[in-house]
């Protein structure tokens, strides 16, 4: 099993910066993709970025340029470093992980942390 806990979420002003924090425990031997994805009110939830083991990114056009995905390894530590917000990047931000087993893709997913930007 895997967990992952997020922080770091909050209340900003447009332009402003937030980092989010994942922390990973559990079995993380077996992931092989780490990301983030948000969920705005009324809306689906959305990829934000993701960063595979080899360091491969990809991110959401509408965050190029401004979010960083990093990963500590030895603290098992997953950020999001957010710049520039805008209104429009309010939402509830989570944590994944993910583990592929015998062809089989395993999600998991912390508890996420509201993130709003005021204009």
């Known amino acids: 099993q895997v967990q992952l806990v997020e922080s770091g979420g909050g209340l900003v002003q447009a332009g402003g910066s937030l980092r989010l924090s994942c922390v990973v425990s559990?079995?993380?031997?077996?992931?092989?993709?780490m990301g983030w994805y948000r969920q705005a009110p009324g809306k689906q939830r959305e990829l934000v970025v993701i960063?595979?083991?080899?360091?491969?990114?990809n991110y959401a056009d509408s965050v190029k340029g401004r979010f960083t995905i990093s990963r500590d390894n030895a603290k098992n530590t997953v950020y999001l470093q957010m710049n520039n917000l805008k209104p429009e990047d309010t939402a509830v931000y989570y944590c994944?992980?993910?583990?592929?087993?015998?062809?089989?893709?395993?999600?998991?997913w912390g508890q996420g942390t509201q993130v709003t930007v005021s204009s």
């Open positions: 960063v595979t083991n080899g360091g491969t990114t």
């Open positions: 994944n992980a993910k583990a592929y087993v015998l062809g089989k893709e395993y999600n998991y």
């Open positions: 559990g079995s993380t031997f077996s992931l092989s993709v």
